[in-house]
């Protein structure tokens, strides 16, 4: 696990003169699952074309084992990509598309054989052998796809989107297939997403990228729980983000009164970005909470409802199994440890305030938009993006 | 089949039907009809013993067609990849100079070639201002190849174009990403990838070539091919009888070309109508 099989070192990648990567430095394991995650246009796939030898950075290096990459091209590198739409070969079977890559490299015809039943069996296509790709459904091209990529048994797999065209049960499926086929060879798997809950629970580290730069690499837990400015604490998952001073260590000002942390490193006085997750605010009665507001918004999620609370002018998103309506007065309260505070960075500000939350939007530009319905097209669309 | 949704649709290819029905059943009802008939209408099988004497002009009908769909497919896939090369500015600009010889009338195109191949024309008058001894280049097999490549290469080069336009990029990409060099893609997928329109191209420039007769008369002086007999027979001798026996004789072999193309590929690609 400990030793590096790629080293991104300040790449930067230019199209037409727009800065497209923005020196990018990343360190890749032998043997992990890494999951470059970030809004559509930051860069994922120019960056997995990086590995892959489609483009080739202005500036920057590239090392694979050690050795540079420079101007080598695809063919001459040890890695497969599945493509974002599998680019499957419209003229070949399905075995014939499997067998591909062997075929090139001159693989005799018993071992090819083999191989190619052998990936066959890995990705459950037994018996499509002859199918034609036009007769297969998005799920199996994607089978496919995962097949013909290992069967040449490549050091590194990258992956861009490869589960964004399947609809949601069967991209659950895939995804604990593809951590187990990844588990089970050991190689390296660049997973290109931008899904949050596919990145949390496959990878075991994930980049967060954002216009071209990385902002914060670390595992799952890492992202989620420590997130390293605003964006990232807004894009994985919800969070309410207020300005806050750091007093001191271990005390933190926000929302018009001090509140007890665990953070500390900051100077005295320094502003920051405190982050807090709506499950982790607890709410009750308004005399007995840290602080107290007015709801203005109240969805029911399933297992929870997810409610607007109006603080002082800044509107809190929170989570709670109560029934809670519109209209109550609550108080929430936070503990210690449910306090992440950051450092200000070119994000502050932009993120983590829900009073423009998309179903007050609705409704300002619905005059004849209720609640009720509010509620039932919230439940039903899954608001999965 | 009495619902009015297949009604409607019989309804609305009716005219089709109607149309298809009275210009092409009926012309080669009419083309078999005379084929196998006598000028006094009997029924006779003597106008196929009399073809048999034309199997020379048949042979070079089909060899000279052969040769410029040759030629023409020689010239036109390099041409049509390299084309697919460019930017998409380049690439449209370029397919309107391809089709530019297409808007000009076929007769006036070979009067043109004519004038650049006689023993007068262009490249002789060239050739003697250079110094350099005069060829003798209208009136041969040369000069029909040459007229035939000159008008029908359009249409061997638009099916290949477009066959090759419709391969996606990530498709080579994951061809060299799994191995091959830029020769080997080409093999393995391009050229695969391809068949349908070179097969479309070949069967556009070969019907045509084999059963031409202006460009064999403008260009070619005394070599006859099949089409200048068929025009021949019910022009000047209103010899119905012969000539529709020869057309029908020209229709068969053609069908079995492109039944014998289509074995390429597979039969369920649109082969001809790309
Ligand atoms: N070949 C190219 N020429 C010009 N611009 C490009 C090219 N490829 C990518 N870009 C630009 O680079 C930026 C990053 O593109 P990239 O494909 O890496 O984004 P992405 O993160 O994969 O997005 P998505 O999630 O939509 O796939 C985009 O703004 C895109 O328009
Ligand atoms: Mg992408």
């Known amino acids: 696990m400990a030793d590096l099989i790629v080293s991104l070192q300040d790449v930067t990648v230019a199209f037409d003169g727009e800065i497209v990567l923005d020196r990018v430095s990343l360190d890749i394991q032998n043997g992990e699952f890494i999951t470059l995650l970030g809004p559509s246009g930051c860069g994922k796939t120019t960056t997995l074309r990086i590995l892959g030898g489609f483009v080739e950075p202005q500036a920057g290096t590239v090392t694979f084992d050690g050795r540079s990459m420079k101007g ?24 014939d598309n499997i067998a591909f890559g062997l075929r090139v490299r001159k693989t005799p015809e018993a071992e ?17 052998e002859k199918r034609r790709i036009q007769a297969l459904s998005g799920g199996q091209q994607q089978r496919v796809a995962i097949a013909r990529a290992l069967v040449t048994r490549p050091k590194m797999l990258l992956l861009d989107e490869p589960l964004a065209a399947l609809d949601l049960k069967l991209r659950k499926d895939m995804q604990v297939e593809l951590k ?32 071209g730069r990385i902002q914060q690499i670390g595992t799952p837990q890492d992202v989620y729980n420590e997130p390293q400015n605003a964006f990232v604490a807004d894009f994985i998952g919800e969070s309410n983000i207020i300005d806050g001073v750091m007093l001191r260590d271990g005390l933190c000002r926000f929302a018009g009164r001090d509140f007890e942390c665990v953070d500390g490193g900051f100077d005295r006085e320094q ?12 709410v009750g009665a308004p005399e007995a909470g840290m602080l107290s507001g007015l709801v203005t918004g109240s969805t029911f999620k399933g297992v929870h409802y997810e409610v607007i609370v109006d603080v002082n002018g800044f509107k809190w998103m929170v989570q709670t199994t109560a029934c809670i309506t519109v209209g109550e007065h ?20 932009l993120f983590g305030d829900y009073s423009t939350f998309s179903d007050e939007m609705d409704r300002l530009s619905d005059p004849a938009f209720s609640a009720e319905e509010a509620a039932a ?5 899954g608001d999965d993006d | 089949m009495t619902n009015p949704r297949a009604l409607r649709q019989k309804l609305v290819a009716a005219p089709y039907l109607v149309w298809a029905a009275v210009f092409i059943v009926v012309p080669l009802a009419m083309v078999a009809y005379y084929a196998f008939t006598d000028p006094a209408g009997n029924f006779t099988l003597s106008n196929f013993h009399e073809i048999a004497g034309f199997s020379h002009t048949f042979i070079l009908s089909i060899w000279l067609g052969l040769l410029s769909t040759i030629i023409c497919l020689l010239i036109s896939y390099p041409l049509a990849y390299l084309i697919t090369r460019c930017s998409p500015k380049t690439q449209r600009l370029l397919m309107v100079l391809v089709m530019l010889p297409m808007w000009i009338n076929l007769l006036l195109r070979t009067y043109a070639l004519m004038k650049l191949l006689e023993d007068t024309g262009f490249i002789n008058e060239l050739l003697s201002l250079l110094h350099l001894p005069p060829v003798h280049l209208i009136n041969t097999e040369g000069a029909v190849v040459a007229g035939m490549v000159y008008n029908f290469i359009p249409y061997m080069i638009l099916p290949i174009y477009n066959v090759m336009t419709r391969i996606e990029t990530p498709v080579l990409e994951a061809s060299r990403d799994l191995g091959c060099n830029g020769f080997q893609t080409f093999r393995r997928v391009v050229f695969p990838l391809s068949i349908p329109g070179i097969v479309s191209g070949v069967t556009m420039v070969f019907v045509p070539s084999v059963s031409t007769f202006y460009i064999s008369s403008k260009l070619g002086g005394s070599i006859t091919l099949v089409g200048d007999i068929i025009e021949y027979t019910f ?26 193309m289509n074995q390429f590929t597979g039969g369920d690609e649109e082969a001809i109508l790309v």
């Open chain 1, 72 to 95: 080598v091209p695809p063919h001459k590198r040890q890695v497969s990509t599945i493509f974002q739409r599998y680019a499957l070969f419209p003229h070949l079977n399905v075995y």
């Open chain 1, 112 to 128: 090819l054989c083999e191989r190619v039943e052998q990936v066959l069996n890995m990705v459950n296509l037994r018996g499509f």
């Open chain 1, 180 to 211: 187990n086929i990844q588990k089970s060879l050991g190689i390296t798997f660049v997973f290109v997403t931008h899904d949050q809950e596919e990145a949390l629970s496959m990878s075991d580290r994930v980049v967060v990228m954002n216009d």
């Open chain 1, 271 to 282: 502003p920051v970005d405190v982050v807090i997750r709506p499950e982790d605010v607890k």
């Open chain 1, 330 to 349: 609550i108080g929430l309260t936070v503990g210690p440890e449910d306090i992440h505070v950051m450092r200000k960075s070119e994000y502050s500000g």
């Open chain 1, 377 to 381: 097209a919230k439940g039903g669309d």
């Open chain 2, 235 to 260: 022009n000047s001798e209103a010899n119905y009888n012969t000539g529709a026996t020869m057309s029908l004789i020209l229709m068969g072999m053609i069908l079995l070309c492109m039944l014998v």
